[in-house]
């Protein structure tokens, strides 16, 4: 199979679009309204306006953008901590590239940056190690950061450390577990919904079983897509099959990706390396039990938190209200009123128009490029 052939067949997209308007009409009309689904994924997002997916399906589908973005729900007081390390003497923070532009309550590490701290942007946490020794008089801090997706690099690369016995290098950890979260929101209650467009990424490395308490306890159906126009249409088209039988199961449409178990060496690797079960504030969010890891014992010698002033003050800084409206998909990007005219990728307000998962950056890249909505616009 090739990306530009069987996954992006015009005539299979077609077949799926009839087959989804066809299912979802009479559930729609039974409930008087759209059919209300999540998609998890900042990925999917993105390929849903990437792809024009959002003209071609009926009226009778609505998105809801979920939190499935790390870069968007990072805390204030996670930016500040990397922030107070970057701007140390004698110390090189490192990170992924998007969590740069993130602010913080003093400022983002971009503006460290600017104002003279040693910031580098890496493409994987081992380049951290090699950072590390090209600069045995420094401290190298990594900032990591995301959902389970990117755990088990973080992990691997904290072990290898270890092994090597490099001593100038920790890491600075803020993870969230993607399940914890979702069972959040559902628990919040005060999100009406229909059913998930499970993460393809995220369930490479979790899998789908874990998913069984949304349907069993929650009673909302989720199914895992992958991020091309036949996967995803395929995934939604299970889905709302689901809702038209009266069916409520976790089912897998990227099975050639996402296994039953998940991928057990990667599973390992991070319940080798963290504690999970933490209760973690994060943006948006607020504080969300069990969403939160840490580091095990026998690696605190790695942890960077160690080097924090336990006495710092972190100003409060309140995220936009609108911010948090779009993360936990009370309104849409276009709804809020400072999008495209306060807010946009050049001089972001939030960290959704910051992130290459975010639901403002999205709706800025690809949805209003040629027409732009008033805020309000439900369109």
């Not at 897509?225 to 099959?241: C, S």
């Not at 809702?243 to 409520?248: F, K, M, P, V």
Request: hydrophobic letters at 45%.
């Amino acid at each position: 199979m090739s990306l530009t052939g069987d996954f992006r067949d015009a005539t299979r997209v077609r077949v799926l679009l009839s087959a989804i308007a066809r299912e979802a009409e009479p559930v729609a009309a039974h409930l008087g309204r759209p059919l209300q689904l999540m998609e998890v994924c900042g990925g999917h997002t993105h390929a849903i306006f990437r792809f024009g997916l959002h003209q071609l399906l009926p009226d009778t589908i609505e998105f809801i953008h979920g939190p499935g973005c790390p870069v968007c729900v990072l805390p204030v007081e996670a930016v500040d901590q990397a922030v107070s390390l970057a701007r140390r003497e004698g110390v090189i923070l490192a990170s992924f590239g998007d969590p740069l532009r993130v602010p913080g309550s003093r400022g983002s590490l971009l503006q460290a940056r600017a104002e003279g701290a040693e910031v580098k942007v890496l493409y994987s946490p081992y380049d951290a190690l090699a950072l590390a020794k090209g600069n045995p008089h420094k401290q190298v801090v990594f900032f990591a950061i995301g959902f389970d997706t990117t755990m088990p690099s973080i992990a691997c690369s904290l072990l290898a450390a270890d092994r090597a016995g490099i001593g100038n290098l920790r890491f600075l950890c803020h993870h969230i577990r993607l399940l914890p979260t979702l069972n959040g929101l559902l628990e919040a209650g005060d999100i009406r919904l229909d059913g998930f467009v499970g993460p393809g990424h995220v369930s490479m490395v979790i899998g789908s079983r874990v998913y069984q308490p949304i349907a069993s306890h929650y009673h909302k159906p989720l199914v895992i897509a992958g991020f091309e126009p036949v996967d995803f249409l395929q995934a939604l088209y299970q889905l709302v099959l689901q809702l038209a039988q009266g069916r409520c199961a976790i089912e897998n449409a990227y099975g050639r990706v996402v296994a039953e178990a998940g991928n057990p060496a990667a599973l390992k690797a991070i319940d080798q390396v963290f504690e999970s079960g933490v209760d973690s504030h994060w943006r948006g969010l607020g504080t969300v039990p069990g969403s939160g890891v840490r580091l095990r014992a026998r690696y605190r010698h790695l942890d960077a938190a160690a080097l924090l002033d336990p006495d710092a003050p972190t100003e409060a800084v309140a995220e936009p209200a609108y911010c948090n409206a779009v993360l936990t998909g009370r309104i849409k990007p276009h709804q809020c009123p400072l999008f495209r005219r306060h807010c946009t990728p050049e001089h972001p307000v939030g960290a959704l128009m910051v992130s290459s998962e975010g639901a403002c950056a999205a709706y800025y890249q690809y949805r209003l490029a040629a027409a732009p909505e008033e805020p309000g616009s439900d369109q």
